[in-house]
Nanobody
Framework: QVQLVESGGGLVQAGGSLSLSCTASGRTFSNYAMGWFRQAPGKEREFVAVISISGSTIYYADSVKGRFTISRDNAKSAVYLRMNSLKPEDTAVYYC????????????????WGQGTQVTVSS
């Protein structure tokens, strides 16, 4: 089992920035690719960003490319999401997820999930 806990969400004005963190406990963090997904009210959970175990492979959703940055620190068992130039359409609950078998952009392929943290961007 891997337990994931997100933090750093909140309310921010459009154009502002937020940084999310996700810390892991349980199994060896460095055995898992890590991703961020989000879910807005009435919508399906969607991919945001993913990073491989070594950090050498990173993918972003087109909607966040150039504005969001994913990173990880295996020594701290943590993954981060730096969000700049936030837009109202970025409003959602943000979840981190872990996958044993490498990077994925598909939510159903993730093995473990955090409880989520709310990000609200006001216009």
């Amino acid at each position: 089992q891997v337990q994931l806990v997100e933090s750093g969400g909140g309310l921010v004005q459009a154009g502002g920035s937020l940084s999310l963190s996700c810390t892991a406990s349980g199994r060896t963090f460095s055995n898992y690719a890590m991703g961020w997904f989000r879910q807005a009210p009435g919508k399906e959970r969607e991919f945001v960003a993913v990073i491989s175990i070594s950090g050498s492979t990173i993918y972003y959703a087109d909607s966040v490319k150039g504005r969001f940055t994913i990173s990880r620190d295996n020594a701290k068992s943590a993954v981060y999401l730096r969000m700049n130039s936030l837009k109202p359409e970025d409003t959602a609950v943000y979840y981190c997820a872990a996958r044993r078998l490498g990077v994925t952009v598909l939510a159903h392929q993730c093995d473990y999930w955090g409880q989520g943290t709310q990000v609200t961007v006001s216009s």
